[in-house]
């Protein structure tokens, strides 16, 4: 990547570009286009919010009809069949909107998820060098569900509760506007309060939400090496790690409840106060005649009326302030450029004369210091900050792959031979320098375009769970089941497709883990051999298959190498000795280039190495 998207360090303890510990300010606006999805059926959910106001004002000021017509005598039959039919028609026009906001709420949910995932999975790769797998997985998972909090609460509140405070408030006004000063003035207090705490509570719901991240990873970085974990004997601290985790997000849990608990007595001294000061001021107002009892019963309905939704709204605020930290946390994430996005600023370098499948010319690159950290090592840079520290990688590389040939990358552990192949594929751009293709600058190629040309096989071999269909068909959707038969027995998998009566839907676990390592690593070659690319890259593609296997892998990729060029990363001298070009590389940069009988006299590195049988 070039020095202006190259990504930042962490610093203070914080990871590069996370945002301050109250988040970005997200609001309700920044929620609209996902309610523009639904706002159709929010239209509905405004009429019947209207309606059920109006059937719920009107009863009061039919209650003091009743009131009236006891007092005078007279026929109650109408009336009180009236007040029915309205407490009815409120009650289901009531149910009928929240299950509209409940199916809108899902929707949203549903939205957000489709659109951060599509955005995650767009994100350049050094983003996910910097964050934390766990993380980003809570975000898809728990922070989007908080957003439904928003519309089920949020906007019930803030439609039909509304609509009754507001008719409420002119039928109280026109009853006994000093009656209602009095009221106003004891709810004013409550409601000032509340708002205050409100923003603690959205500023401590983002970091709730901030550590149920932080578990997440725990978790799912133990459950990923859970071998590795038993097999260290690390077990227990790995459940005290996760604990550690565990305690802090419940810390934090504690810290929203202690503001949240105040929220509920405050909107229940504020109603009872109310209560207290009409009934008391009222009562001396009917004894002095200036109101009738009936007026007096009418303004303690329209007070419920009032404070019902004032109470609901304050009980919904810490559900809404949560939902409002993670919408933020989703933000977060959809603001992020991705691959695409990042490509607009960029300058590609003239085309050349060159005809080779690929050329680097004069390649430089240096990771951000977190693409080789551990899931635990980006937690620990988070508390402590990150130490500076040289993560430069290539330097001056220059070398070019003729059409068709086999080219092998060899050299010590750390000489750069994978981020070579990262390169080619993308994964990042040179800090300065020129790869190309075919003499074009890959940077000038759509990301898309240049993929499809290429097959890749990287070092960990990763095995998608699922069936093995599933795995062949990722790169080659509309491959047939005899082209996936052909290449798995292409490959040395007959063995993996009779054991199982399922055949191509025989299923290989959770990260291939009902396959050793040699049949994930073979099946991995095979998805990209399916793919049939120009180019093949395998990285390291033979270093867990005993002999006899690498012999049959071998074959197969001579095969399949014929009308291709191949660069092959491998760590035993017979994988490379045939190659039509040999790269020697040592500390990023490249010693030598040649075939194995030139490079065995020109290079000592080179020498030493193949004097061992083995190409680290």
Known sequence: MSASTASPRRRFGRPAGSVADDGP???????????????????WVIVISVLGAAASLAQPLLVSQVIGIVERGGDLAPVVTLLVVLVVAAGLLSGFGHYLLQRTGEGVVLSSRKGLVRRLLHLPISEFDERRTGDLVSRVGSDTTLLRAVLTQGLVEAIGGSLTFLGALIAMTIIDPVLLGLTVLVIAVSVVTVVVLSQRIRI???????????????????????????AAGATEREIAAIESSARGA??????????????????????QVSFLVVLGVGGFRVASGVISVGDLVAFILFLFLLIGPLGQAFGAITSVNAA???????????????????????????PSASTAAVAFDDVHFAYPVSAHQTEAEKVIAEVVGEPERDTTVLRGVTFSVPVGSRTALVGPSGAGKSTILALIERFYDPTAGVIRMGGID???????????????????????????????????????????????????????????PRGLDAQVG????????????????????????????LDESTSSLDGANEQRMREAIDAVAQDRTLIVIAHRLSTVVDSDQIVVLDHGQVVGVGTHSELVRAVPLYRDLAKHQLLV
């Open 25 to 43: 300010r997200a609001t309700f606006r920044q929620l609209l286009p996902y309610l523009l999805e639904h706002r159709t059926v929010l239209s």
């Open 204 to 230: 401590a719901s983002r970091k709730a939400q901030e550590r149920v991240g932080e578990l997440a990873a725990a978790v799912e970085r133990s459950i990923s090496a859970i071998r590795t974990v038993r």
């Open 250 to 271: 419940w810390q934090q849990g504690i810290a929203v409840a202690k503001i949240s608990a105040l929220v509920v007595p405050i909107s229940s001294i504020a109603l």
């Open 324 to 350: 409002l930290g993670a919408l933020g946390r989703i933000q977060e994430i959809i603001g992020l450029p991705s691959e695409r996005e990042r490509d607009a600023g960029i300058v590609p370098a003239a």
């Open 442 to 500: 890959i940077r000038a190629l759509d990301r898309d375009e240049l993929r499809a040309r290429i097959g890749y096989v990287e070092q960990d071999a990763p095995v998608l769970a699922g069936s093995l269909r599933d795995n062949l068909l990722l790169g080659s959707p509309d491959a047939t089941d005899e082209q996936c038969v052909a290449v798995l027995r292409s490959v040395n998998l007959d063995d993996v497709l009779d054991r199982d």
């Open 510 to 537: 959770e990260e291939g883990v009902m396959l050793s390592g040699g049949e994930r690593q073979r099946l991995a070659i095979a998805r990209a051999l399916l793919a049939a690319p120009p180019v093949l890259l």
